[in-house]
């Protein structure tokens, strides 16, 4: 029984709810998702981390007319729980059961049958497009992580939604993580503008003040509008997204309901893409996932107390690989592994740890790997460079 979490079946049920009460279905629902991923298994540690920004998503926003398409689909377990699906989830990675990733078949809610990853951005646009054509109003918000930022579909997207002009609001779900930690230039990046965060609250603050001086007040902000993005450039080293054509606002608590839900009804007066930087803790509220959250990604059936993964644990065919491919490595130093963002997943954690500067991990980025993997199958012809590579295996 939970006081909150079983009156709620529509986001309307959502949207009666007080501040407190959001607060208090938060815990609800971090229960619920791991009674359930503990059991039947799943995605636990993303779906930790949204629990608050998807609460206030289906609060400032309404679905279905408003469109909210999630980048990595395992992230929708939320979402699915305050669309109506919550007894549905009990079936989750059953025969028949419901799906982990959003299906437009299952609910109206879901406006886009994603996997993963880094597709959110393009379909978006598409729908804000099409919307403008039709003479729409609706909100197409898509929701994307740091990790799938790094693929180039998404760089590809963001380049052309800046330009755009449209009414699009981009959610960058900032965990900091990949399925491992994320890696590149782009985190590091994020990592700049989320230690420059004081920027934002002080130039509020500054501004608050200088408003409240009657008429020489609104003047100076003007002006300190106009002299804004020197001075955003000189305290923020590289202002990428307002560069390339977006209102950055941000970075927000991602788990302060109030303060989403405040920056995402400023969003709604801003005219163009907007890009809001949330900053999330991946497995939120489970101290074990919080710790280890690349291990409760994607999780089989565990023990809740202990965290431990229930039954016997097989040698998997990755795992297999991985160590054929250290014992391969220790005799050929001319050996290299690549993989798109699933070191774990494609068992080069060991080689990753032996030969950390024979690892190479790119990102979300197959298409970039494999031409990146051609140099090096092209040096082989020259030098005998051998590289193994690993793309993606997960299932959807
Ligand atoms: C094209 C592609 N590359 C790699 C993967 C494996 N993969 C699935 S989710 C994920 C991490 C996504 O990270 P992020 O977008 O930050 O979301 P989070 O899980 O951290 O919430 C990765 C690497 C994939 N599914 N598809």
Redesign the pocket.
């Known amino acids: 029984m939970y006081k909150n979490l079983d009156k709620i079946n529509s986001p309307k049920d959502l949207k009666k709810l007080n501040i407190l009460e959001k607060q208090e279905l938060a815990k609800e629902i971090r229960e619920y998702l791991l009674e359930i991923v503990s059991k039947n298994g799943g995605?636990l540690?993303?779906n930790l981390?949204?629990v608050e920004l998807t609460i206030a998503l289906h609060s400032v926003f309404n679905c279905p007319e408003d469109k909210i398409v999630w980048?990595?689909g395992?992230?929708s377990y939320v979402h699915k729980i305050l669309t109506g699906r919550k007894e549905e989830m009990k079936t989750l990675r059953k025969i028949d059961g419901i799906s982990g990733f959003p299906k437009t078949c299952e609910s109206e809610y879901d406006s886009f049958d994603t996997?993963?990853?880094?597709t959110s951005i393009s379909v978006a646009l598409g729908m804000a497009r099409a919307r403008d054509l039709l003479k729409g109003s609706n909100k197409v918000i898509a929701v994307?992580?740091?990790?799938?930022?790094t693929?180039g579909m998404a760089v590809e997207a963001l380049n052309d939604a800046g330009s755009s002009k449209t009414n699009l609001i981009v959610i960058l779900?900032d965990?900091e993580?990949?399925?491992s930690k994320?890696v590149g230039g782009i985190p590091a990046l994020l990592t700049k503008i989320r230690t420059k965060k004081t920027y934002t609250r002080s130039n509020n603050c500054i501004k608050r003040f200088f408003n409240k001086i009657p008429v020489i007040g609104k003047p100076i902000v003007n002006f300190a509008h106009i002299i804004k993005r020197s001075i955003k450039q000189a305290v923020i080293p590289n202002m990428y997204f307002e560069d390339i054509g977006f209102t950055y606002l941000g970075p927000v608590d991602g788990h302060n309901i109030q303060e989403l839900e405040n920056i995402l009804y400023k969003s709604q007066n801003i005219e163009g893409p907007i890009l809001i930087h949330v900053i999330t803790k991946?497995g939120k509220g489970y101290s074990m996932a919080e710790e280890n959250?690349d291990k409760f990604?994607g999780i089989s059936s565990f023990d809740i107390k202990t965290g431990e993964v229930k039954g016997k644990k097989q040698k998997d065919y990755s795992k297999k690989l991985g160590e054929k491919l250290v014992e391969l490595a220790l005799q050929d130093e001319k050996i290299v592994a690549v993989t798109?963002?699933?070191k774990d997943?494609t068992g080069l954690k060991e080689f990753a740890d032996k030969f950390p500067k024979r690892f190479f991990d790119v990102g979300?980025a197959?298409q970039h790997a494999t031409r990146f993997n051609c140099r090096y199958v092209s040096f082989r012809i020259k030098t005998g460079i051998c590289c193994i590579f690993f793309?993606?295996s997960?299932r959807?």
């Open positions: 995605h540690a993303s981390g949204v980048d990595v395992h992230q996997g993963h990853s880094s994307i992580g740091d990790g799938s930022l693929g779900n965990n993580m990949s399925i994320n991946k959250p990604h798109a963002a699933m997943g979300i197959e793309i993606s997960e959807i």
